[in-house]
């Protein structure tokens, strides 16, 4: 299982990687296994207004629909348009391509609160 020391994650198998005043979201690679095949992913329009730990969108795989939950607080100013044509890039690449909203942040420090990789890996061994 892959999970960055550069990120940081949500109990829910969310990540964001922080870039200024932006906040890159996605699903971790042990969430992505979890998961299966990936074959669909609804995600919010641009300009929409996200709150930490309330559902953003949701990701459908084989075995189950689950709900995708923010990370932090913000405006979504850009979505991963190329998830619509291929969701398995999740699947290969959760922490690349995979990307699936960028958030214009509203309160930075929401972010110290979050997992970062360690406590992460612990929390994956503990499911």
């Known amino acids: ?9 949500t109990k829910e198998h969310e990540w964001v990687r922080v870039e200024g005043n932006l ?8 969430a992505q296994g979890e998961l299966g095949d990936i074959v669909f992913v609804e995600l919010p329009e641009i300009g929409t207004e996200v709150q930490q730990e309330a559902s953003f969108g949701t990701i459908e ?3 189950a629909v689950s709900d995708l939950f923010s990370p932090v607080s913000g405006k979504v100013i850009e979505t991963n348009s190329t998830l619509e044509d291929d969701p398995m890039s999740i699947n290969r690449d959760p922490y690349g391509d995979g990307w699936m909203i960028k958030v214009e942040l509203s309160e930075i420090a929401q972010v110290e609160g979050l997992l970062d990789s360690a406590g992460y890996k612990k929390l994956t061994e503990e499911q």
């Open 1 to 9: 299982m892959n999970v960055p020391a550069d990120l940081r994650y």
């Open 23 to 30: 906040a890159v979201v996605g699903i971790t690679d042990w």
């Open 61 to 63: 795989a084989v075995k």
